[in-house]
């Protein structure tokens, strides 16, 4: 899993040293890289692995091919979706275009989302947070443990 937030600056190249744990954990299910696109809720990033990049292409598919919301979708995910791969000290390169929507400059925070992470602005996800503590605070009655059942 992705978890906890790590800040890391962008070097003189424009390359990121991606967490060693984000790192040991997609590398853990086989791959060397991870797939990154623009977040439609913040000016933040996804990041995902290959297998969920998959997942959520097949749910795109699965809609009705002559529908505006597949085409909108598919638009939206996989178009600007970018393969980023690790160079060989762990690093990858964000294209500007990426860097761009995430208001992206010097540093950038690593923040892990369990199965997903997302890629932000440091003082651009400390405001966020602020805002999503509260949300999270009023509405944590809406989360529920399942109850297993032994057969």
């Not at 853990?28 to 998959?54: K, T």
């Not at 002559?66 to 979706?81: H, M, Q, V």
Request: aromatic share 12%; net charge positive.
């Amino acid at each position: 899993m992705f978890l906890s937030s790590y800040e890391n600056k962008i070097d003189k190249k424009g390359r990121v040293s991606v967490p060693a744990s984000f790192r040991a954990h997609i590398n853990s299910i086989g791959y060397n890289g991870f797939i990154s696109y623009p977040s439609f809720n913040h000016a933040a990033l996804e990041a995902c692995s290959q297998d969920r990049i998959e997942k959520l292409s097949n749910t795109i598919d699965s809609l009705n091919p002559f529908e505006e919301k597949r085409d909108f979708f598919a638009t939206s995910i996989l178009s600007e979706s970018i393969n980023l791969q690790f160079d060989s000290e762990g690093r990858i390169s964000l294209t500007p275009k990426l860097l761009k929507h995430a208001k992206i400059r010097n540093s950038m925070l690593f923040v892990g989302q369990g199965k997903t992470f997302q890629i932000w602005e440091p003082t651009t996800f400390e405001k966020f947070k602020v805002n999503a503590k509260k949300k999270a605070n009023l509405n944590r009655a809406s989360l529920r443990w399942e109850l297993q059942l032994n057969k």
